[in-house]
Nanobody, 120 residues
Framework: QVQLVESGGGLVQSGGSLRLSCVASGSVFSVRAMGWYRQGPGKQRELVAVFTAGGSTNYADSVKGRFTISRDNAKNGVDLQMNSLKPEDTAVYYC??????????????WGQGTQVTVSS
């Protein structure tokens, strides 16, 4: 069974920075994609930033130039450095892993979510 453990998040003033981390545990054979999504109050969950299997990264237009995703292959983890935060970045942030397990099952796992609140 694959589990994702998230850390980071919290309350920050507009213009501030936060860093989120996510580490996957369990029998991961191959990572297809790993990244971060968020769900703001009254909104649908949306992509923030993701690494794909080919090593490329995709960012939401709203965070380009402010957020940076980085990958720790040894830990099967990803970090999200968030700079110049805005109140509209307030959301619950979720880590997502799409992978093939050691039993060759294809999975999409989610973390428990971590709250990011940006005050104006």
């Amino acid at each position: 069974q694959v589990q994702l453990v998230e850390s980071g998040g919290g309350l920050v003033q507009s213009g501030g920075s936060l860093r989120l981390s996510c580490v996957a545990s369990g029998s991961v054979f191959s990572v297809r994609a790993m990244g971060w999504y968020r769900q703001g109050p009254g909104k649908q969950r949306e992509l923030v930033a993701v690494f794909t299997a080919g090593g490329s990264t995709n960012y939401a237009d709203s965070v380009k130039g402010r957020f940076t995703i980085s990958r720790d292959n040894a830990k099967n983890g990803v970090d999200l450095q968030m700079n110049s935060l805005k109140p509209e970045d307030t959301a619950v942030y979720y880590c997502n892993l799409q992978a093939i397990t050691s039993t060759r099952a294809t999975i999409s796992a989610w973390g428990q979510g971590t709250q990011v609140t940006v005050s104006s």
